[in-house]
């Protein structure tokens, strides 16, 4: 429920969800959905849960506005407001201001109304970074933020500076299996992240490469910034193991027969029916192997991610 929201709040029988459910699912980790869509969808829920309230808030009486305060009580300290954008406030929020908390609603006003309109009080407003969903089946949100630590060099527990937007570009169940197909839809585009899931376990492996892939040849790209890891399961986000590149000239192979190629054999795809001669090897090219075994693994799963900044 966690990892596909949409599929809850989309359903014809979403309103029937139980308010402690409804809290508790929006209050996990995991959970990926905007916070406009939250909004949306906690006043669906309001609403249905009063059928004699109007779904046009301008068709609400006072009472009618009382009542859904009073159902969406608990639900309101969860919505993260600040990281709404104006318009958003105004086209979806601001209509249903008689809801929420008087202290609350005059600081959104003021937030998003009146000083982003008064021109001599320029307003700098530091937001919390709003999570996105993210097209994955392997991995959820709190990957994507650690792995945006690990691409800015910072420590875990800093602040992060950047959530980079992970664009989609490639999976093996819809794409296939191939390093033909890897090299033809990733080849010529930089800053990926290789995301595998290991096949008959819980093991999620990945490299960032902050260059472009090529299929011409068989040759090392250079960069100080790649890194690979590992996860021993997607559940347990702290159990992983982080591997920067050691020898820079030998950060990156291209090769028509194998991609994505990490180091001499650090992090190598290779392989026919689900890269079933995958393997990871200690080289010395990166700084720590990310693997307890040298076995040959097959792929499960693999997406490949273009980095953008947000």
Known sequence: MSKEPEKIFNSIDFI???ETCLISLIQHDNFQMSDIQVWEHVLKWGIAQNPQ????????SKDDFNTLKNTLQQ???LIKFNNLTPNEFVDKVYPYKKILPKELRDKLIKDFIIQPNN?????TITKEISPKSIDSKIITLQHVELISKWI????????????YEFKLILRGSRDGFSSRKFHEICDNKP??????????SNEILGGYNPLTWDSKGGYYSITKNSFIFSFKNKENIGNYVLSRVKNENCAIFNHIDGGPLFGRDDLYLLGKNGYDRSFCSYSGYYDKSIRETKDHFSVEEYEIFQILKE
């Open 16 to 18: 029937s969800i139980s």
């Open 53 to 60: 309230i109007s779904s046009e808030p301008s068709n609400c």
């Open 75 to 77: 639900f309101i300290p």
């Open 119 to 123: 021109k001599s009080e320029p307003k």
């Open 152 to 163: 800015d060099k910072l420590e875990i527990t800093d602040k992060i500076k950047n959530l």
């Open 191 to 200: 800053r990926t992240i290789s995301i595998i899931k290991v096949k008959d």
